[in-house]
């Protein structure tokens, strides 16, 4: 059973930086499509970043050159580095993963395993 864990949330001042962490057991982070996903207030989830089993990255367009995705193999972690983080990154982020491998899935419904979410709050 695949189980997912969030964290690294916070709040801070635009500009500043933030890594969140997401720990996998069940589930071999390195075997497979991940992907980090964001939910602010009154909107619907997005796919922020992705990463596939051979490491090809996908971002959303407003957080290219801000934030980076990566997988520790050795510790089963997937992170997202964000810097520069501006007021309108404030959101929930969850990690998710896929059995899809080379590739990553556009549509949401592919992601059957979540993380619990964590909180980032970016104030101006």
């Known amino acids: 059973q695949v189980h997912l864990v969030d964290s690294g949330g916070g709040s801070v001042q635009a500009g500043g930086s933030l890594r969140l962490s997401c720990a996998a057991s069940g589930y071999d982070v390195q075997k497979y499509c991940m992907a980090w996903f964001r939910q602010g207030p009154g909107k619907e989830r997005e796919e922020v970043a992705s990463i596939t089993s051979v490491n090809t990255t996908r971002y959303k367009d407003s957080v290219k050159g801000r934030f980076t995705i990566s997988k520790e193999h050795a510790k089963n972690i997937l992170y997202l580095q964000m810097n520069n983080l501006e007021p309108e990154d404030t959101a929930m982020y969850y990690c998710?993963?896929?059995?899809?491998?080379?590739?990553?899935?556009?549509?949401?419904?592919?992601?059957?395993?979540w993380g619990q979410g964590t909180q980032v709050t970016v104030s101006s």
């Open positions: 998710a993963a896929t059995f899809w491998v080379e590739y990553c899935p556009t549509s949401l419904g592919y992601f059957r395993s």
